[in-house]
């Protein structure tokens, strides 16, 4: 499995209409599993949607029409001719192919004036009997013909297949605690965005034991709002796939805005399935993780890929690799970053500051994760740079001053705020701006502080050696 990773992290969140500014690092987990995933979306058997774009326009359809057409035939006819009689015709000879047929008294040159035959023969002019070719008379005639013509008419015209139905597992099985919850949103986001590159309308519906609200939507407002949903649900509950899968058949075969659509479900299969409630409905599978318990669940993995068109199981090992950004989304996160530190500089408003606040936040988690990536790989020297730039953003953070009729907005902004995989209330930063940002100042002072003594009394001390071991 390959990540796709054809553009920068920036660039994917502003196909949402989001910046660094707008989401938190969990929240940014999910998003850069989104963009890596996005391969495995592309490999989906689904059809393109062909919702046209202006949906109270008119619609064409298909009818029976029955025309006369015009054909033209040929018959064959000889050609009349008195030379030499009325099947024959006389021709020059052409070759040496040719002069075993050449008229007998034009041999009599070539015994006389031998020159002038060869002559006449090199200018073709020697000639020969030729039988008559037949010539093609055309006639005309006509035939009826049935054909079907495609009509302006009156009727709906939202009546093609609507692909981006997603049916997303919310329960506590799915929570984070081996990263799963923030892959299976990712998937999501993924498929969520294809759809809406694809003019398709979009749909989704979250379960546990019961199945929550349909949220669906065609503009980039609805994009961006189903998005956000998918961030922020929270995790709990149990699985029932098979009422999930009920309801999402009833939804597909109602006149609504899923009619005709596939299914794609996105669970890590814990639940009990008795009949397959699916006719026609195509249906798409994503099962995450490893965690299997008892023969039961087992079962339903393989009654699942049994009913699916398309079956996919990403196993717990690959989680990680979907979660590392590139070297290209460090470096467009700091160019990000160092137009917002312009910005705060320009405008030390507080909303400035919170906003430069999120965003150190989200590179610093890129960050981790990508070192996290690196394994033992030692890092490339672009990343030293980038925690300079980083430091010098959280020391102009933590210069600035923050009023208090501000922090009492942020802590009144943030009282409804509920993080969808951690389940604690607002947003880091935004509660106590002041203390966050004097958080951001000390800990960027003990790593300048533990770098100068790296610096000045690493190289110096001995290394111990142990004795070795006598034999």
């Known amino acids: 499995m390959t990540p796709h990773r054809t553009c920068s992290l920036v660039s994917y969140l502003a196909e949402f209409g989001w910046t660094l500014a707008d989401v938190i690092p969990a929240e940014l987990a999910m998003l850069v599993a989104a963009r890596n995933a996005a391969a495995l979306i592309d490999r989906l058997e689904i059809p393109v949607a062909s919702r046209p774009p202006n949906e109270s326009g008119p619609a064409l359809a298909e009818h029976d029409a029955q025309r006369i057409e015009e054909m033209t035939a040929y018959c064959d ?10 099947e024959m015709d006389v021709g020059q000879a052409g070759g040496i192919e040719d002069l075993p047929r050449i008229f007998p008294t034009q041999w009599l040159l070539e015994e ?3 020159a002038m035959f ?3 023969w090199a200018a073709a002019e020697l000639l020969m009997p030729v039988w ?17 013509d495609l009509l302006q008419t009156s009727g709906p015209t939202d009546t093609s297949k609507q692909h981006a139905y997603v049916l997303l597992d919310t329960s506590r099985t799915m929570n984070d605690h081996d990263r799963r919850g923030t892959v299976a949103r990712g998937l999501a986001l993924a498929f969520l965005l294809h759809g809406y590159r694809q003019r398709s309308r979009l749909g989704l519906r979250p379960f546990t034991a019961d199945v929550g609200d349909f949220s669906h939507g065609t503009s980039k407002d609805d994009l961006q709002a189903i998005a956000r949903r998918v961030l922020r649900l929270p995790n709990s509950g149990q699985t029932r796939i098979q009422t999930a899968l009920e309801k999402a058949a009833a939804d597909v075969r109602e006149a609504g805005p899923c009619l005709r659509a596939d299914i794609l479900l996105i669970s890590d299969g814990i639940s009990r399935l008795s009949q397959k409630p699916l006719g026609e409905e195509r249906l798409h599978t ?23 068109t398309t079956f996919q199981r990403i196993w717990s090992n690959r989680f990680a690799d979907l979660l590392v950004p590139t070297a290209a989304d460090l470096e467009t996160a700091a160019d990000a970053m160092d137009r917002f530190v312009e910005s705060c500089r320009a405008d030390s408003s507080d909303g400035r500051a919170s906003d430069l606040n999120r965003v150190l936040e989200n590179v610093r988690s890129l960050l981790r994760e990508f070192r996290r990536g690196l394994g033992k790989t030692p890092p490339p020297p672009a990343l030293a740079d980038l925690e300079e730039r980083l430091c010098a953003a959280e020391r102009l953070l933590g210069s600035l001053a923050t009023p208090p009729q501000a922090a009492a907005r ?6 409804g705020v509920r993080l969808s995989m951690s389940g604690s209330s607002g947003r880091s930063g935004e509660v106590l701006p002041g203390i966050a940002r004097l958080l951001t100042w000390l800990r960027c002072r003990a790593a ?21 071991a006598k034999v």
């Open 118 to 120: 060869y002559s006449r």
């Open 132 to 148: 008559q070719k037949p010539t093609r008379s055309p006639r005309d005639s006509s035939d009826s013909v049935r054909q079907r």
């Open 410 to 415: 942020h802590v009144a902004g943030a009282a």
């Open 286 to 308: 994503f099962i995450l993780g490893d965690l299997l318990e008892g023969e039961t669940q087992a079962g339903t993995v393989a009654t699942l890929k049994e009913w699916s």
């Open 448 to 468: 300048e502080t533990w770098r100068w003594i790296r610096r000045r009394f690493y190289r110096v001390i001995p290394r111990r050696r142990f004795p070795s």
């Open 77 to 86: 006819r000889w050609r009349n001719s008195r030379l030499p009689d009325d």
């Open 112 to 114: 006389l004036q031998p």
